[in-house]
T-cell receptor, first 116, second 110 residues
Framework: EPEVTQTPSHQVTQMGQEVILRCVPISNHLYFYWYRQILGQKVEFLVSFYNNEISEKSEIFDDQFSVERPDGSNFTLKIRSTKLEDSAMYFC??????????????FGNGTRLTVT | DAKTTQPPSMDCAEGRAANLPCNHSTISGNEYVYWYRQIHSQGPQYIIHGLKNNETNEMASLIITEDRKSSTLILPHATLRDTAVYYCIAPTSGTYKYIFGTGTRLKVLA
């Protein structure tokens, strides 16, 4: 069964550094998402992306964050200057089509980001 | 998103059916109900979704009440590997985001 893959599984970075988290969505999917989960807390929506544009974003997704689909297969989340509070699991997700009624999101297994 | 309410935790004996309830009394007529689970800190795993009719797949069954204000996820023969946090989500139609609550922590007991 096709799946969303994320790399790396664990990323350690120093405060103030830039990080790029990478995702390969399911190949025929058109909608892409990033969520995060701080340890012990809820899974939180960050951003959705379609047709090379951000569709929706949350308050968390400030100017320090950006997303990109640099080629036909990858979807990336960049954090420009990491803070301690950015430490979390970051999950990428994709869905087939908004036109497919009820098309569910499929999540990757996440990248654990640790900011020291 | 339609507000969903789930019990914080449930236990189920291995081999028995696990019935996980969810209330979504403010759901609109065209909003789907989705169920996901999260095992440890893995990514949320899609289980099943439905609109009005009951649904069944290889993982579970979803029973939606006629008024659509509540639903029940049924794992017919729970195993130890079904121990997880189960989330019921009813995203607002036309939005792309899911709002995850705290879910139900299901513990399957040997």
């Amino acid at each position: 069964e096709p799946e969303v893959t994320q790399t790396p599984s664990h990323q350690v970075t120093q405060m103030g550094q830039e990080v790029i988290l990478r995702c390969v969505p399911i190949s025929n999917h058109l909608y892409f998402y990033w969520y995060r989960q701080i340890l012990g807390q809820k899974v939180e929506f960050l951003v959705s992306f379609y047709n090379n544009e951000i569709s929706e974003k949350s308050e968390i997704f400030d100017d320090q964050f950006s997303v990109e689909r640099p080629d036909g297969s990858n979807f990336t989340l960049k954090i420009r200057s990491t803070k301690l509070e950015d430490s979390a699991m970051y999950f990428c997700a994709s869905s087939e089509s908004f036109d497919t009624p009820g098309s569910p999101l499929h999540f990757g297994n996440g990248t654990r980001l640790t900011v020291t | 998103d339609a507000k969903t309410t789930q019990p914080p935790s449930m236990d189920c004996a291995e081999g028995r059916a696990a019935n996980l309830p969810c209330n979504h009394s403010t759901i609109s007529g065209n909003e789907y109900v989705y169920w996901y689970r999260q095992i440890h800190s893995q990514g949320p795993q899609y289980i099943i979704h439905g609109l009005k009719n009951n649904e069944t797949n290889e993982m579970a069954s979803l029973i939606i009440t006629e008024d659509r204000k509540s639903s029940t996820l049924i794992l017919p023969h729970a195993t130890l590997r079904d121990t997880a946090v189960y989330y019921c989500i009813a995203p607002t139609s036309g939005t792309y985001k899911y709002i995850f609550g705290t879910g139900t922590r299901l513990k399957v007991l040997a």
